[in-house]
């Protein structure tokens, strides 16, 4: 069993309640999304950057028991491109969980139209979730990834 930790301080919302289909009907794997609080996000588990989106508006990171973890940053955000992110890793880069990840400003987003929720998801995997709609701060426990 693998836990996932919260990467950011806000405020969980279930999946079914992200306005992307893509995150609501967990097209790509299940999990919790973060209103935001605070700019910085961190790593939520321990593992390997795979992958940082050249528009750094996602990161994925594999973690030691090979599950991959996406942190997908605001909703639409592809469009900035990349204008209000600050990423500080990079792929092949290890990361332990509370590693700053990146710093993102929110204002700008928001400026743009654009929704600041932040989808955090096992890839194509379930998981039993440790929160409800409440409060988080970075490190707190999220969810259970099932084997």
Not at 20 to 27: A, K, N, T, V
Request: with cysteine.
């Amino acid at each position: 069993m693998e836990i996932c930790y919260s990467p950011l301080a806000g405020k969980t919302v279930n999946l079914d309640h992200v306005a992307d289909e893509m995150f609501s009907q967990r097209m790509l794997g299940d999990g919790i999304a973060v209103e935001p609080e605070a700019s910085e996000i961190y790593s939520p588990v321990a593992g390997e950057i795979t992958m940082v989106y050249e528009t750094q508006h996602a990161i994925g990171i594999k973690t030691e028991k090979d599950v991959e973890i996406l942190l997908h940053i605001g909703i639409d955000t592809v469009m900035l491109g990349g204008t209000p992110f600050k990423t500080k890793v990079q792929v092949g880069d290890h990361v332990r969980p509370g590693d700053l990840l990146t710093l993102v400003d929110w204002d700008y987003i928001r400026k743009k139209g654009c929704d600041t929720i932040v989808p955090i998801l096992a890839i194509n995997r379930k998981v039993k979730l440790l929160k409800g709609e409440e409060n988080v701060k970075p490190g707190e426990a999220l969810f259970e990834i099932e084997a």
